[in-house]
């Protein structure tokens, strides 16, 4: 079997999480690397585990898009779910993540990857306090959430066309694609691509939460990815972000001089990015070059590794 390789590659997320916090991204990019090894360092398996939790509002909209996912899986097969069954499956998953990662901690710790850890039962966050209703109270908020999404998806007008798009329009789904800018690779995974009857090339994008400047960013990527691997010109992709939660859809085109821009954006990242850059399988880094936060930022108190942070 050939060696695992600690490379750099850039996403969206990647980006995201550096912007945030330069710890954070230590702990997620670099330390966490080969914490998964039977005889890995403690602070190594630690980063891993933490990299492995989630929180609910994520896990909620996981849930959700994997519910989608089957949705595509079977309309492939010729069955259309309706939105209760969709809600049905998204709760399903919902409500058995939620239970492992309070009832099966050890599980967790033996085996990240394969079971659900919710950073708020890892911490004792208020919010998941039983004997108080908190927790009914908290997790509630994400059913509602779970079933206005799903049944927007099933029932509105907006998403009638991605409903009715046949299976060999389709292009993509939920899949993890990779392309190549300034000689690193990108990473995206776009939630679902067409061509319509006409050949206009759309690319939707669900959002759990409310609208935020860097979807348009996220889209505008897509429309290159696009480029790269389906051979489409970026500026006739029609990108949209569907805030599924409200019920909304938000189309966005890109016209030449907005493209430059964002890959100008990605070059300074990636640049940046490289710069602190180093080969995790080789040694632990110089973590002075990845700042924590100040105490009492506001970023700490939703972070997986305010554990080994001390925060
Ligand atoms: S706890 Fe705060 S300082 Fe530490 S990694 Fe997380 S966000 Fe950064």
């Known amino acids: 079997m050939s060696e695992l390789r600690h490379e750099f590659s850039w996403s969206v997320s990647r980006r995201g999480l550096a912007e945030t916090c330069l710890r954070a991204y230590y702990h997620q990019y670099y330390l966490a690397w080969r914490g998964w090894?039977?005889?890995?360092?403690?602070?190594?398996?630690?980063?891993?585990?933490?990299?492995?939790?989630?929180?609910?509002?994520?896990?909620?909209?996981?849930?959700?898009?994997?519910?989608?996912?089957?949705?595509?899986?079977?309309?492939?097969?010729?069955?259309?779910?309706?939105?209760?069954?969709?809600?049905?499956?998204?709760?399903?998953?919902?409500?058995?993540?939620?239970?492992?990662?309070?009832?099966e901690a050890a599980q967790w710790r033996r085996a990240p990857k394969r079971h659900t850890r919710l950073q708020e039962h890892h911490y004792a966050e208020a919010c998941v306090d039983e004997p108080s209703g908190r927790a009914r109270e908290y997790g509630g908020r994400f059913v509602e959430r779970i079933q206005r999404a799903a049944r927007w998806f099933c029932e509105s007008s907006e998403l009638a066309a991605v409903r009715a798009a046949p299976p060999e329009q389709w292009l993509a789904c939920e899949q993890l694609g990779t392309i190549e800018l300034f000689k690193t690779a990108i990473h995206?995974?776009?939630?679902?691509?067409?061509?319509?009857?006409g050949g206009v090339?759309?690319?939707?994008?669900?959002?759990?939460?409310?609208?935020?400047?860097?979807?348009?960013?996220?889209?505008?990527?897509?429309?290159?990815?696009?480029?790269?691997?389906?051979?489409?010109?970026?500026?006739?992709?029609r990108c949209v972000a569907d805030y599924l939660e409200e019920g909304r859809a938000v189309e966005h085109r890109f016209d030449a001089e907005a493209l430059e821009g964002v890959l100008g954006a990605v070059h300074a990242s990636i640049t940046a990015l490289r710069e602190l850059h180093f080969d995790a399988g080789g040694s632990d880094g110089e973590p002075a070059r990845f700042p924590q936060l100040s105490v009492g930022a506001s970023a700490c108190a939703t972070c997986a590794f305010r554990g080994p942070c001390g925060r």
């Open 37 to 103: 090894e039977r005889d890995a360092p403690a602070e190594r398996a630690e980063s891993y585990r933490l990299k492995n939790t989630t929180r609910l509002p994520m896990w909620a909209g996981d849930c959700l898009h994997q519910a989608i996912e089957q949705w595509f899986e079977q309309r492939a097969a010729g069955r259309t779910l309706g939105a209760e069954e969709l809600v049905e499956r998204a709760l399903a998953r919902f409500r058995g993540g939620y239970k492992q990662s309070r009832d």
């Open 201 to 237: 090339l759309w690319i939707h994008d669900w959002k759990s939460g409310s609208e935020r400047p860097e979807h348009a960013f996220q889209l505008a990527l897509y429309a290159l990815y696009a480029e790269q691997r389906w051979g489409a010109d970026p500026t006739g992709v």
């Open 188 to 197: 995206a995974v776009p939630d679902f691509a067409y061509r319509d009857a």
